[in-house]
């Protein structure tokens, strides 16, 4: 059997090595973080590491000497990162025989880079998928190993689009894991001039305008929805989260401004005319707004 050292911090990273341990397969070494505040589905790695009873190591920069030790001490024939949200060092890409195993979820090498889930969602695409490739030096270049493609449904948010990809992403990396057990993988390059990489994201990104049209505002709310950290307004310069919405067409308010609160139901619960129809806020922070009010 392959020795595997896993790397991750995520939500996503324990959900996949608890599926590995649930399996059977063993894990020879664990690095992890203690705690992140830059990452909304942070989770540590140590419970399951104490568990199972596997050695772990808790670091702030995977690519210190400290940590390229503890991995070097383990000699894992494979490495596997998922969910890791800084460049791993050539240093450790060149420890493991088999390669160290990067995953992405989208459809490289379409759509490298930042939030990915974020910007599928917010871009309204009807598609992505769950990618696993060989590291090297670029960010998400390397050769895929597996790739699935996921349907984006019209009712699909951050959370449910997250327990998608961990669905689709457990069963590829169980099936890999055996591969690599058997010297089954065929790895296959990427262009590294085909596709495109998406920006990181910034506050304003977030902000919904209320002169965007309503599936607009519709795909930047679920894609900012917990676990992540809420699309917003602004209203007596405060930030309004804003986490759940629908859209209602109609052309009776077509004479109205977007921004103009039709009706409130409640304080997390109202219409606003946005471009080319009304939006239905019927989850956010508590506001008190009134009928007729305009929101900028």
Not at 203 to 231: E, K
């Amino acid at each position: 059997m392959k020795k595997i050292v896993f790397i991750g911090c995520l939500k996503s990273s324990y959900t996949i090595l608890e599926c590995l341990l649930q399996n059977n397969y063993m894990i020879d070494g664990i690095v992890t973080m203690d705690s992140s505040p830059m990452n909304a589905d942070f989770h540590s790695l140590i419970p399951l590491a104490k568990k199972y009873r596997i050695d772990c190591f808790s670091t702030k920069n995977v690519n210190d000497t400290e940590t390229l030790d503890f991995i070097k001490e383990k000699s894992p024939d494979i490495i596997y990162c998922f969910g890791w949200s800084r460049l791993i060092g050539r240093e450790i890409l060149s420890v493991p025989s088999c390669g160290v195993v990067g995953f992405h979820p989208a459809a490289l090498p379409a759509n490298r880079g930042r939030h990915p889930l974020i910007w599928a969602l917010a871009l309204g695409l009807k598609k992505t998928a769950s990618t696993f490739f060989l590291m090297d030096e670029g960010a998400d270049t390397g050769s895929i190993i597996s790739q699935r493609e996921i349907d984006i449904d019209y009712e699909d948010d951050a959370q449910s689009l997250y327990n998608k990809v961990l669905l689709t992403a457990k069963k590829q990396v169980l099936a890999f894991t055996e591969e690599f057990h058997n010297n089954h993988i065929i790895p296959i390059p990427q262009n590294i001039d085909d596709g495109n990489t998406w920006r990181k994201r910034g506050r304003m990104d977030g902000q919904i305008d209320w002169r965007m049209s309503c599936d607009g505002i519709y795909n930047l709310v679920r894609a900012l929805t917990h676990p992540y950290v809420g699309a917003h307004f602004m209203w007596n310069d405060r930030e309004i989260k804003v986490w759940k919405c629908n859209v209602i067409s109609t052309r009776a308010y077509g004479n109205i401004e977007p921004g103009k609160v039709l009706s409130v139901h409640s304080s997390t619960d109202y219409m606003v005319k946005a471009y080319d129809g009304i939006v239905h806020i019927t989850d956010s922070e508590e506001v008190k707004l009134s009928k007729g009010d305009y929101l900028l």
